[in-house]
């Protein structure tokens, strides 16, 4: 689906999930601008990162983030106040605002996705495709025997890709679960495919029919040079948006 610039007030509808993509590569002057809407705390974060690239990238996802969710609440992205559950996930502070919003946010090398949606948990993933990263070793660890199998067998030219695809969808679900990447739900206790290409994905839980069967994962179309996926509670219907900032 072709990216819509950002609308002025944008307004969700069950069943929808907006997903909003953000360019990291912004000249110096408008970070500096987008450093005004972020909190002391997030600065701070932000500042003890040893790479300039990643400082960037945290200032400008978190900005991006505080002015998405204001827009959908007719808010100061300044005053945005958000909580971190049990879980790690971040939620909006409910003595701010009592809206069902539900978000999430992933960035890398200069992009990132927000997904915004209402009364249902989210999770989304992007990554930026890479062939230096061991992804035998990484697959022995965090991947199911038969999505290790899977990639295994996939063709040379194609099993970087296999492996991004396989990884986001699997760290989306794990971040709409509320787990996180190394929290309570085992990466190896859950399979979805590791075919690349956008569009559905089945998610396997043995024994939990009835679990898999409550999510949704689609692969999407992060862009050339990255692999992105979301995970949402039911079934849905995404639209895509470019934030502008």
Sequence with gaps: MPLSSTPRHPR??????????????????????????????????????????RRRDLVISGAALRSILAAY?????????????????????????????????????????????????????VERLRRDLPMDRLAARFFSPREIAALRVMPEGVRAAAFFACWTRKEAYVKACGTGLFGGRPLQSFAVSVEPGAGQ?????????????????ESLDGGPGYAAAIAVEGPFRALTFRWDG
């Design 201 to 217: 994905v089945r998610l396997e839980i043995p024994g939990h029919d009835q679990e898999a069967a409550r999510w949704r994962i």
């Design 12 to 53: 969700l509808e069950n069943g929808v999930v907006h997903v909003w993509q953000v360019d990291l590569e912004r000249p110096p002057d408008e970070v500096v601008r987008l450093e005004r809407l972020l909190p002391a705390a997030e600065l701070r974060r932000a500042a003890r990162q040893p790479f300039e690239a």
């Design 73 to 125: 609440l007719d808010a100061d992205p300044r005053q945005t106040h958000f909580l971190i559950d049990p879980g790690g996930k971040p939620r909006l502070d409910p003595a701010w605002s009592s809206a069902p919003l539900s978000f999430n946010l992933t960035h890398s090398r200069g992009r990132a996705l927000v997904a915004v949606t209402l009364e249902r948990e989210v999770g989304v993933d």
